[in-house]
């Protein structure tokens, strides 16, 4: 049985709303009641809004430990048919030291990053490496689908601090959370951190009006035109395609925004994640019109306005020295023959 659903993060709490995924019991996580009785979704909204709304029975789990977000994730007990009490501390999620080859990426996608930036970035030691290096720069913006616990000393030191974004100015938005302990004793009640359902922090039109909008994300691989697989290994599906274009979009339409996708040159095995083609089989999550720029531990590849003849040399020049020849070799036979 396929259980493979394929959308945007922006698209689903209308599966739910549409009826295309039908919802017949809907269990939630929320923080203890307040006096006047209502709850936090606490590090997650994404669909659960619309999950409350549209499923038959509504059953939550009451922790203590579900810190008490600010934002449109705030429910009333009347919306809930059964509690269950489980307190329990919510999954921590470490970051493990950077590679050598993490922080030369990361390096230089921090460089790409002008003041006044407005950042949506993932979890992972890429976007730690980012954050780190981005201590000397003043006024950024935080408008993502997660984030975790690289962007609390920035927001500390007022680096970020949302002053000169185009929406929710003065705020960091994000639709969940994830990481350590520290991280969520920092969102309890804390208004600087607003949680949005899914369909508003991912939607491009809202995305876009914040100036300098920078997406950062990740791939499997790219082919040398710029196509981006993100979700597949060939027809092996990896992962889904979550917000990666929902992102890439809206920070290419952004006044003096910047799509990313940064990614190792190589797998762990020796493989080239710079490729002619992408494998039979792989969907392309990103199309080659909506990036700006690949990085890998070998620079930084700039396609934006670049026919294919220049996107190809731009690729190979970052992909592997072991790689470089044989990708061009491949391309040009292929698009020749």
Known sequence: ???????????????????IIDLDVALIHVSVPDKH????????????????????????????????????GIIHVSEIDLFV???????????????????????????????RSTLQMGI?????????????????????????DGV???????????????????????????????????VDDNPFIEMRASNYTNDVSIIRQNPKMVAINSAIEVDVTGQVCADSIGAHM??????????????????????????????KSGISRIVPTLKPGAGVVTTRSHIHYIVTEYGVANLYGKTIKQRVKELVGIAHPDHREEIDKAYFKMTTS
């Open 1 to 19: 049985m396929d259980l493979t659903h394929q959308f945007f993060l922006s698209e689903l709490p209308l599966l739910f709303k549409r009826n």
């Open 152 to 186: 609390i000393d920035l927001i500390l030191k007022d680096v970020i601090n949302g002053n000169y974004k185009g929406i929710n100015r003065g705020r960091a938005l994000t639709t969940f959370l994830m990481g350590s302990k520290r991280l969520y004793d920092y």
């Open 85 to 115: 009490e489980s307190n329990e501390e919510l999954p921590a999620h470490t970051i493990s030291e950077p590679s050598v080859i993490e922080s030369k990426i990361g390096n230089f996608v921090a460089d790409l990053i002008e003041d």
């Open 238 to 267: 990896y992962s889904g395609v979550g917000g990666q274009m929902d992102f890439i979009r809206g920070a290419s339409l952004s006044e003096g925004g910047k799509a990313i996708i940064a990614l190792p040159s190589i797998t």
């Open 37 to 72: 009785g209502y709850c936090s979704l606490g590090v997650s909204i994404e669909a659960t809004l619309a999950a409350i709304e549209n499923a038959t029975t509504v059953i939550a789990q009451v922790n203590t430990f579900m810190p008490r977000t600010h934002g449109a």
């Open 124 to 148: 992972g030691s890429i976007p730690n490496v980012v954050l780190t290096r981005l201590s000397n720069h003043k006024d950024l913006g935080l408008h993502t689908e997660m984030f975790s």
